[in-house]
């Protein structure tokens, strides 16, 4: 089992930008892909980024694409998702996500969830 717990939400103004990190305890993610996803009220969870096992490939929803920034640290069992120029539609709750598949952008191949972090972007 993999436990994940995420960190760095807040409140924030547009422009701003925030870090969020993910710990992952239990079991080593080196093997895992990794992900962040968002879930607005009343819309369907999202993906906002993924990174591969070893860091060698990412993905991005285009509404965040060139402004976010996903990265992970396998020796600390941490990953992380650098968000700049945020908007009022980037309010969610984000949540970190580890796949035993080796890379995968698909919110269906990922079996471990964190509590998620809310972050709210005032206009």
């Known amino acids: 089992q993999v436990q994940l717990v995420e960190s760095g939400g807040g409140l924030v103004q547009a422009g701003d930008s925030l870090g969020l990190s993910c710990a992952a305890s239990?079991?080593?993610?080196?093997?895992?892909?990794m992900g962040w996803f968002r879930q607005a009220p009343g819309k369907e969870r999202e993906i906002v980024a993924s990174?591969?096992?070893?860091?060698?490939?990412?993905f991005y929803a285009d509404s965040v694409k060139g402004r976010s920034t996903i990265s992970r640290d396998n020796a600390r069992n941490m990953m992380y998702l650098q968000m700049n120029t945020l908007k009022p539609e980037d309010t969610a709750v984000y949540y970190c996500?580890?796949?035993?598949?080796?890379?995968?952008?698909?919110?269906?191949?990922?079996?471990?969830w964190g509590q998620g972090t809310q972050v709210t972007v005032s206009s």
């Open positions: 996500a580890a796949s035993r598949a080796r890379e995968s952008s698909n919110v269906r191949s990922y079996e471990y």
């Open positions: 990174i591969n096992w070893i860091g060698s490939a990412t």
């Open positions: 239990g079991r080593t993610i080196s093997s895992y892909a």
